[in-house]
C-alpha cells in the first residue's frame, strides 16, 4: 500500500498546507487519567521527527482549570530545544503570559469565544471584557517580538445559543485581531459547520478586511463534517489547518464537544491531493498507535485504523 492513496491534484487548491498540531494540548487537556510529563514529552518529540513544524505544547491557565496542563513549567524546558520546531503555548492573561516568557516561549495564543455564554463559561467573563484582559497580553507579546495567534471559539454553533451569526464572528475575529494577533483560528468548537457556511464566513472575513493569509481553521468532527470543511476552506485559499494526532481532544467547557480532526485523516486526504506537508504519515501513524497504548485505548482516527491493522 506504499503507493496509495494515489495523487490525483484538484484544481483551485494551495500547493502546501501548515499543519498546526493541537494534539499534545487541546488532544490531552481534556484526558480524565493525568498523562506523565515525559509521555507528554515523548509525543512532542515524536510529532517533531514525523516531520510537523507547529506543535502546540501546552496551556500556562491555572491548573484549578486544566489539571492535566498543570505541569506547564516542567514540560517546556524538556521540549524547548527541538530544532525548526514551533511550540506556541495558550495564555489566558497577563500571568499566564508572564509563565510562558519566563521559560522562553516564542509563541503563545489568546483564546475568545464568539458567543457570550461560552466566553462565561469559558473564561467567566462576557466576549467585550475577554477582549479587555487579551489587550495588554497582545500588546507586551507583540512588543517583545513574540508571535500571537488568537482562538476564535463557538465561529459555527454554541451549544446554549444555537446558530451563531456569520456578522457576530466577523466582529470579534476582526477585535482580535486589531488587537495585534498575527493569525487567527476559526473554531467549530461542537462540529456543526457545513462547507457552505464555512465559505459564507471566511467571504465575509475577507468582506470585513480580514486576509485570507491570516486565517486558520480548526474543526471537530462531531458530525463526519471536519475533512468537508477543510476542503471549503482550502478551496478558498486557507493554508493552516488546526489537527490533532490521532484525532484526540475535546473541550473541557463544551460537552457536546467530540474529537479534533485527526492529522493522520487529514494528511491522507491532502497526501492524495499532492499538497505538501511535510509530513511522514508513516511515522505519524506509529506515534499515535504508541500515543495511543499509553492512554490505554485505540485511537479513534480511521486512518490510523486503517494503516495499523493487522490481518
Known amino acids: 500500500m506504499t503507493d496509495l492513496p494515489m495523487v490525483v491534484p484538484a484544481q483551485e487548491l494551495p500547493p502546501r498546507v501548515r499543519i498546526h498540531e493541537v494534539g499534545a494540548r487541546d488532544g490531552l487537556q481534556n484526558e480524565k ?3 506523565p510529563t515525559e509521555i507528554k514529552a515523548e509525543f512532542i ?16 491557565v491555572h491548573p484549578k482549570w486544566v489539571p492535566q496542563l498543570a505541569d506547564a513549567e516542567a514540560l517546556f524546558p524538556q521540549i524547548s530545544g527541538i530544532e525548526g520546531v514551533d511550540l506556541p503555548v495558550l495564555v489566558p492573561n497577563e500571568r499566564g503570559l508572564d509563565r510562558a516568557l519566563e521559560l522562553g516561549a516564542r509563541r503563545i495564543a489568546v483564546f475568545g469565544s464568539a458567543t ?15 477582549l479587555t484582559m487579551f489587550e495588554p497580553v497582545i500588546a507586551r507579546a507583540k512588543a517583545d517580538k513574540v508571535h500571537v495567534r488568537g482562538y476564535l471559539s463557538m465561529c459555527f454553533g454554541d451549544p446554549w445559543e444555537g446558530a451563531v451569526p456569520v456578522h457576530q464572528v466577523v466582529g470579534t475575529a476582526k477585535a482580535l485581531l486589531d488587537l495585534g494577533c498575527d493569525e487567527l483560528s476559526l473554531g467549530d468548537t461542537i462540529g456543526v459547520a457545513t462547507p457552505g457556511h464555512v465559505q459564507a464566513l471566511l467571504a465575509a472575513l475577507n468582506e470585513a478586511g480580514v486576509p485570507t493569509g491570516a486565517i486558520g481553521v480548526h474543526f471537530h468532527d462531531t458530525y463526519g463534517q471536519a475533512l468537508s470543511n477543510t476542503l471549503a476552506a482550502l478551496k478558498h ?7 490533532s494526532a490521532g484525532g484526540l481532544g ?13 492529522t493522520e485523516d487529514l494528511v491522507w486526504m491532502l497526501d492524495g491531493l499532492g499538497i505538501e506537508t511535510g509530513v511522514d504519515l508513516a511515522a505519524l501513524t506509529a506515534t499515535s498507535v504508541w500515543l495511543a497504548e499509553q492512554l490505554g485505548r485505540p485511537s479513534p482516527s480511521r486512518t490510523v485504523r486503517a494503516l495499523s491493522h493487522k490481518d
Open 45 to 60: 518529540r515524536r510529532l517533531a521527527a514525523a516531520g510537523l513544524t507547529t506543535i502546540e505544547a501546552t496551556s500556562f
Open 250 to 262: 475535546g473541550c473541557p467547557y463544551a460537552k457536546s464537544a467530540t474529537g479534533n480532526l485527526a
Open 237 to 243: 485559499g486557507v493554508t493552516t489547518v488546526d489537527a
Open 33 to 35: 487519567a493525568t498523562v
Open 116 to 130: 457570550e455564554t461560552f466566553s462565561q463559561k469559558n473564561l467567566n467573563r462576557s466576549v467585550a471584557e475577554s
